[in-house]
């Protein structure tokens, strides 16, 4: 079936650095999204991405993030600066349509800040 | 806002008995539902969904009644295999959301023994 790719699969920085996580969508999505879940505890959502714009972010989506698609190529989630706090597994998703559709997720980049 | 209760974090079976994992969920819309699975180092993925209240959908032995009076959608199986040891996960979206993002629960691992 369909696959979402994400590239690293496990990235370790020191905090303060700047990281870029790196998405490879199913190739006619339209709709692309980023969840983060810290070991232990549930995948939440941090923000939807469609025409090239930011639709909903959530709380956990701070000013140091940052998404971006040029040219349909990698969905990209940049943290700019990061903190310790940022140390979780990312996950990519994307979906064909919005409501009640399928979102197919990447096997998810595992960030470590120290 | 929406959330989803996912009651076992952990469930531990032989071969052949039945399970069922728990979900609740709340939110103010009408209600979207999906179970998603995923093995050990694998991308999560979409086992069943509905939106249809009192309506059982299947898949791959796997089902699942939407009942809105109860806010509930419990995962079934009559007879586990070895293999459906993985962690599921329940997961809501509604047309409140206007993006598809999806509100997920605990989620429920389990493990099947020979």
């Known amino acids: 079936g369909p696959k979402v790719l994400q590239i690293p699969s496990h990235q370790i920085i020191d905090m303060g650095q700047m990281v870029t996580l790196n998405c490879d969508p199913v190739?006619?999505?339209?709709?692309f999204y980023w969840y983060k879940q810290i070991l232990g505890q549930q995948m939440e959502f941090l923000v939807n991405?469609?025409?090239?714009?930011?639709?909903?972010k959530s709380k956990l989506f701070k000013d140091q993030f940052s998404v971006e698609r040029p040219d349909g190529s990698y969905f990209t989630l940049k943290i700019q600066p990061t903190a310790l706090e940022d140390s979780a597994v990312y996950f990519c998703?994307?979906?064909?349509?919005?409501?009640?559709?399928?979102?197919?997720f990447g096997p998810g980049t595992r960030l470590t800040v120290l | 806002g929406d959330s989803v209760t996912q009651t076992e974090g952990l469930v531990t079976l032989t071969k052949g008995l039945p399970v069922m994992l728990n979900c609740t969920y709340q939110?103010?819309?009408?209600?979207?539902l999906f179970w998603y699975v995923q093995h050990l180092n694998e991308a999560p993925k979409l086992l069943l969904k509905?939106?249809?209240?009192?309506k059982r959908t299947e898949h791959q032995g796997f089902y699942a009644t939407l009942h809105k009076s109860s806010s509930s959608f419990h995962l079934q199986k009559s007879s586990v295999q070895l293999s459906d040891s993985a962690l599921y996960f329940c997961?809501?979206?509604?047309?409140?959301?206007?993006?598809?993002?999806?509100?997920f629960g605990d989620g429920t691992v389990l493990t099947v023994k020979p």
């Open positions: 939110t103010t819309y009408s209600p979207f």
């Open positions: 998703a994307s979906s064909l349509a919005r409501d009640y559709a399928e979102q197919f």
């Open positions: 190739s006619n999505h339209l709709y």
């Open positions: 997961a809501l979206s509604d047309l409140g959301t206007n993006t598809g993002k999806l509100t």
């Open positions: 509905s939106s249809t209240d009192n």
């Open positions: 991405f469609y025409n090239g714009k930011v639709m909903e």
